[in-house]
């Protein structure tokens, strides 16, 4: 019979499986942190984009004593519109109390729908879940 070799160097199967399953669950864990933080990322994006809009409204109005009617009004002039953010709607109302212009738009690789009144809401966005496939329907197809 054999002798027993009593010391044995490297690392038993189960060792070693188990090493790859906690680094597995480690990755997931890090992989959703970096899911949520790219969504945020985004979605704060968009509301930059907002906010670029909401001004160039106001130098429209200031400029054209108007309303916009679409993003292409506020394009006609020194706006450049983000080409990572969809405008799923940009709607003016002529409310008798106060006309206002209605904002929604989407980041193209995000899941969450930006919301805005201007200048009723003060600068206030509320966020949503947005359709599904974008704006538009599955378009990225810009103003509607």
């Known amino acids: 019979m054999r002798a027993r070799v009593a010391d044995r160097s490297g690392f038993t199967l189960i060792e070693l499986m188990i090493v790859t399953l906690i680094i597995g669950i480690l990755a997931l864990v890090a992989a959703q942190g970096l899911g949520r933080a790219r969504e945020r990322s985004m979605v704060s994006t968009t509301k930059a984009e907002l906010r670029n809009a909401m001004t160039a409204i106001e130098d429209y ?38 006309p206002y212009v209605k904002l929604k738009a989407m980041h193209r690789g995000s899941k969450t729908l930006v919301e805005t009144r201007y200048p009723i809401w003060g600068g206030r966005m509320d966020e949503g879940k947005g359709p599904k496939g974008g704006c538009g329907g599955g378009g990225r197809k810009g103003t509607k």
């Open 61 to 98: 109005v200031t400029e054209k004593m108007q309303w916009p009617k679409s993003v292409a009004d506020l394009e006609a002039g020194a706006y450049q519109k983000s080409p990572n953010v969809d405008y799923c709607e940009f709607r003016y109302v002529a409310d008798r109390d106060e």
